[in-house]
């Protein structure tokens, strides 16, 4: 999970200021790598629909004090859980449920370049073990399906 594709820049979970690191691990690692990258977590918005079940369970304690209290979320914060990006979710979703050809196309035929500072471009035209994610289905779709995967109501 991490990088933004096609091209971003300073991406977090590729500098976490610690430079460099992401782009030792990718130059490195020799076994097949599928990136999920911030552009289909941050479309995909979940949690509201948290609000509507037991106040006691840990998925909702835990979302309601995330919503009070993440910096980008607190001001917004009246009480309930906030809807919000899906990075780790899409992630797990693609690792438990896979879902290539249904939820998200696999754009392959290409490798990451990564930069020192979290900066990473998809360079075409080599084949290797990288691949990443693309959204197929719409992002209102894929809230729903991960809400219904986190709530154990996949069918």
């Given at each position: 999970m991490g990088g933004h594709?096609?091209?971003?820049?300073?991406?977090?979970?590729?500098?976490?200021?610690?430079?460099?690191?992401?782009k030792f691990v990718i130059e490195n690692l020799n076994v097949p790598i599928i990136f999920s990258g911030f552009e289909l977590g941050v479309q995909i918005k979940t949690g509201e629909e948290f609000n509507n079940i037991d106040k006691n369970t840990p998925l909702y304690q835990g979302f309601l004090y995330y919503s009070e209290h993440a910096p980008w979320m607190k001001a917004n914060f009246e009480g309930k859980i906030l809807a919000n990006s899906t990075f780790d979710q899409?992630?797990?979703?693609?690792?438990?449920?896979?879902?290539?050809?249904?939820?998200?196309?696999?754009?392959?035929?290409?490798?990451?370049?990564?930069?020192?500072?979290?900066?990473?471009?998809?360079?075409?035209?080599?084949?290797?073990?990288?691949?990443?994610?693309?959204?197929?289905?719409?992002?209102?779709?894929?809230?729903?399906?991960?809400?219904?995967?986190?709530?154990n109501r996949f069918e």
């Open positions: 594709f096609p091209k971003g820049e300073n991406e977090w979970n590729f500098n976490g200021d610690m430079p460099g690191v992401t899409t992630a797990i979703l693609y690792a438990i449920e896979g879902g290539v050809n249904e939820y998200w196309r696999l754009i392959s035929g290409g490798y990451c370049e990564v930069d020192v500072n979290g900066d990473n471009r998809w360079k075409k035209g080599k084949k290797t073990n990288q691949s990443y994610l693309k959204l197929k289905e719409s992002p209102e779709k894929m809230a729903q399906i991960i809400e219904a995967v986190m709530l």
